[in-house]
């Protein structure tokens, strides 16, 4: 699949400065209505500070593939509204940009949020089930006569390949609404 053909996620962190949290909320409500505005938004998430936990914001826009992403992050709306904020954080933003099965996992030290883990596993559960027994039927009576460990592998990595470039990224499109609720969103 091509990288334009992708679910593109950016994940944002960043620490706002002490006692700027109520222009940063107005800003952040701001921000993500602009984005919204463009073609391919799927949505946004916040992750808010929690006390003894983290400091930092995290914001997390989902796009349908890499060229409407890049579109939003070089757009003149983002930049006039990264400018509006420097005033009310601490440092430039930290900036990750995650496509297919990444999204669906916290990254080693990002604070991360994914959408409940039984939400994530019924999705993976059920779209492996289909996947499977469509692979059972149509690859087994190819691949009969090799080795069975050669010809799990062949299913397997059919299957995986799949997973990440084709299934995964429209079932998580299609959920999107159930795996992120509106009352998480802004």
Not at 159 to 179: A, D, E, G, H, N
């Amino acid at each position: 699949m091509e990288q334009g053909e992708q679910f593109v996620t950016v994940v944002i962190s960043q620490v706002v400065k002490p006692g700027s949290e109520i222009a940063y909320e107005a800003w952040l409500k701001e921000i993500t209505s602009v984005s919204r505005t463009y073609p391919g938004h799927l949505g946004t998430n916040v992750i808010r500070p929690q006390n003894g936990v983290r400091s930092e914001y995290v914001i997390i826009f989902r796009f349908d593939g890499y060229e409407n992403l890049q579109t939003w992050m070089t757009s003149r709306d983002r930049e006039y509204w990264l400018n509006q904020a420097q005033s009310l954080v601490e440092s430039d933003p930290n900036v990750q940009q995650i496509s297919g099965l990444e999204a669906w996992f916290s990254l080693p030290g990002q604070p991360l949020k994914t959408p409940p883990r039984y939400k994530t596993a019924l999705l993976t559960w059920a779209a492996v089930y289909v996947l499977i027994n469509i692979l059972n039927t149509l690859i087994t009576p190819l691949i009969r006569g090799l080795p069975p460990l050669i010809a799990s592998l062949i299913i397997t990595v059919i299957m995986v390949i799949l997973l990440t470039y084709v299934i995964m990224p429209r079932v998580s499109r299609l959920f999107s609404k159930w795996l992120y609720p509106k009352s998480r969103r802004i």
